[in-house]
């Protein structure tokens, strides 16, 4: 792979990760509570706190895989 192509990869991630990040800012504004969802972990104590989004990494796992399967559909015919 040539230079060209490298800085076409990594444009066209940075321009993923910006939709990706707008989606997630609109999600907040609309009131989705990301990683407040029924079924993430919240831990406290006294002296310690620990806080895992379960429900939010499984709906987040589930949103991405439907998203990259439509786009391998769309590429590859």
Do not use: Y
């Not at 006294?46 to 499984?58: K, L, M, N």
């Amino acid at each position: 792979m040539d230079v060209a192509g490298v800085g076409k990869w990594i444009v066209l991630t940075g321009l993923v990760m910006v939709v990706i990040g707008s989606a997630i800012w609109l999600a907040g504004r609309t009131g989705l509570p990301l990683g407040r969802l029924p079924g993430d972990l919240n831990i406290q104590r006294e002296r310690f706190s620990f806080h895992f989004p379960v429900a939010t990494c499984i709906l987040a796992s589930i949103a991405l895989t439907l998203l990259i399967n439509l786009l391998l559909r769309m590429f590859h015919k």
